[in-house]
């Protein structure tokens, strides 16, 4: 009498795997976990000033430290999921994201923040990384367009969601300095669990090799570049200074002294951009890259507006066409980039094109650390606001005249 075999334990490990939509939904999960936590700390800012007595400046370079590593990571390891597989680098970096939460969960200086806001950027950047190829890898159609609008969305509204339930957390459950790091702990543990179900896109995983991404733009696309380059300042530059004073000002336009001020204003920042970009994804990218250059620099307009009358509702207003702009403007920013790309040169424009955007985070916040002590919170946001308002516009015209072609030439 014979027994029919048991099937191979690979057979066993790979029919537990997820697959299809499942899989899909976990790899994005993971980007708006990551974008989440990188929003959670912004609310808590103030309560580490008020306890560690710390400078403006050095608030501003807490949150530097984090772009400084989430580029570093995207450059040296961005690519490094195409050699040991999508599912063992996103292991890593889901470990390394754990870890930082313990960190900022214990920390009892400003050096466990600077320790904390590293390591979670690192570790952002690689799992950036890996699971921006890993949805490539596993959405059905291999659309390049529809990945690119779901990265796009649940980061946004990562860091919207995250820095709203963080300054709930902080204004009105116990231990403000420690839940909301457990909470994401929590989190990222079971996007852990469920990672680790996840098929492995790469067919012969290998030894990691860590190559250095070198920026670089070829001639004949330099002009768009430029173009792509200075949406993406003028957008990003205003979340590095909402995402690190924002909170501290909203505060102030508000006149609470609630944490949830802060969280309201990322969120009215961040939210409507997710709404844009759905409702965008399928206009021309000039036109998209204009007309959210143009709505960005109303919604900036409004804000500094605020600023100078002192009224809380244009101040939220601002906020969100602000975001709004934001949304539709980086979506065609980014399209209109990767239209023009050589295949063969992607991953060189695109490593460029990051530089400029995680500086454009951490540079203006850190400038204006560096002004706010003489200027004051108010004029130091009018300023750097008045600035966005223009460049805003000079890139809504540009967009402009190149979906027109006046400009074919030198900008497209």
């Known amino acids: 009498m014979s027994f029919p075999s048991s099937p191979p334990p690979t057979a066993v490990a790979a029919s537990r795997r997820l697959s299809g939509t499942p899989a899909f939904a976990v790899v994005a999960a993971v980007i708006g976990l990551a974008l989440a936590a990188s929003a959670a700390p912004s609310p808590l800012y103030g309560v580490y000033q008020d306890d560690w007595q710390f400078s403006t400046l050095v608030l501003t370079l807490v949150y530097a430290v ?19 597989g999508r599912r063992p680098v996103l292991i890593v970096a889901l470990t390394g994201l754990i870890l930082s939460t313990a960190v900022f969960a214990f920390a009892d200086s ?4 600077f320790a904390a806001r590293l390591l979670q950027g690192v570790s952002t950047g690689v799992a950036l990384g890996a699971a921006g190829a890993a949805l490539i890898d596993l959405h059905p159609r291999a659309d390049g367009r529809r990945v690119g609008l779901v990265n796009g969305t649940v980061s946004a509204a990562g860091m919207g969601i995250g820095s709203i339930v963080a300054a709930a957390l902080v204004q009105y ?12 702990g929590t989190l990222f543990a079971v996007a852990l669990v469920a990672t680790i179900a996840l098929p492995e896109p790469v067919a012969s995983p290998s030894r990691p090799q860590l190559r250095i991404q070198r920026p670089q733009v070829p001639p004949a696309i330099r002009g768009a570049f430029l173009l792509s380059a200075l ?32 969280g309201v204003a990322i969120l009215a920042l961040t939210l409507p951009g997710v709404f844009t970009q759905l409702r965008w994804q399928h206009t021309d990218a000039h036109r998209a890259a204009s007309a959210g250059a143009a709505v960005l620099a109303f919604g900036m307009a409004l804000t500094v507006l605020s600023l100078s009358t002192g009224s809380a509702a244009l101040f939220l207003t601002g906020g969100v066409v602000t975001g709004a702009g934001w949304g539709v403007a980086f979506l065609g920013a980014l399209r209109s980039l990767t239209a023009v790309i050589p295949p063969a040169q992607r991953a060189e424009v695109m490593s460029a094109f990051y530089v400029v955007a995680y500086l454009s985070l951490a540079v203006p916040a850190i400038v204006a650390g560096v002004v706010v002590g003489d200027l004051g919170l108010d004029a130091t946001f009018r300023l750097f606001g008045s600035l966005v308002v223009v460049l805003a516009l000079v890139v809504a015209v540009l967009a402009a005249r190149v979906r027109t072609g006046r400009v074919a030439a030198t900008v497209a």
């Open 66 to 84: 984090y772009c400084l590593g989430v580029l570093t990571a995207l450059l040296v390891a961005g690519s490094v999921s195409d050699d040991a």
């Open 110 to 113: 400003v050096a466990w923040l």
């Open 173 to 184: 459950a116990p231990a403000p300095r420690v839940l909301p790091f457990v909470v994401l």
């Open 231 to 262: 949406g993406v300042l003028a957008s990003w530059s205003i979340g590095g200074i909402y995402l690190s004073l924002g909170p501290r000002l909203a505060g102030e336009m508000l006149h609470t002294s609630s944490h949830l001020a802060g």
